[in-house]
Nanobody, 123 residues
Framework: QVQLVESGGGLVQARGSLRLSCAASGRTFTFSGYDMGWFRQAPGKEREFVAA????????YYADSVKGRFTISRDNAKNTVYLQMNSLKPEDTAVYYCAAGSYSDSETTYGAWGQGTQVTVSS
């Protein structure tokens, strides 16, 4: 079993920044063996892909809507993946989820999910 716990969400003004963290744990879970992703779900909308990072951190992939503003990174020694969010916009308001699985923009390739952390961007 793997546990993913997100943190770092909150209320921020437009053009501000937030850094989300996702800590992974599990008796038989090897964090460095998994690609990781961030997804988000805004009220009344379907969950959508935000960013992905390969197991080594050597590859990253972003949704067009966040490219150039968000940066995904990981620290395998700390079993943690991060999402640095800069130049935030009101439309970035959503619950943000981290997930462990295979490197892609499809949530069907991720088998473990966190509980989510709320990000609210005020105009």
């Amino acid at each position: 079993q793997v546990q993913l716990v997100e943190s770092g969400g909150g209320l921020v003004q437009a053009r501000g920044s937030l850094r989300l963290s996702c800590a992974a744990s599990g008796r038989t879970f090897t964090f460095s063996g998994y690609d990781m992703g961030w997804f988000r779900q805004a009220p009344g909308k379907e969950r959508e892909f935000v960013a992905a990072i390969s197991w080594s951190g050597g590859m990253t992939y972003y949704a067009d809507s966040v490219k150039g503003r968000f940066t995904i990174s990981r620290d395998n020694a700390k079993n943690t993946v991060y999402l640095q969010m800069n130049s935030l916009k009101p439309e970035d308001t959503a619950v943000y989820y981290c997930a462990a699985g295979s490197y892609s923009d499809s949530e069907t390739t991720y088998g473990a999910w966190g509980q989510g952390t709320q990000v609210t961007v005020s105009s």
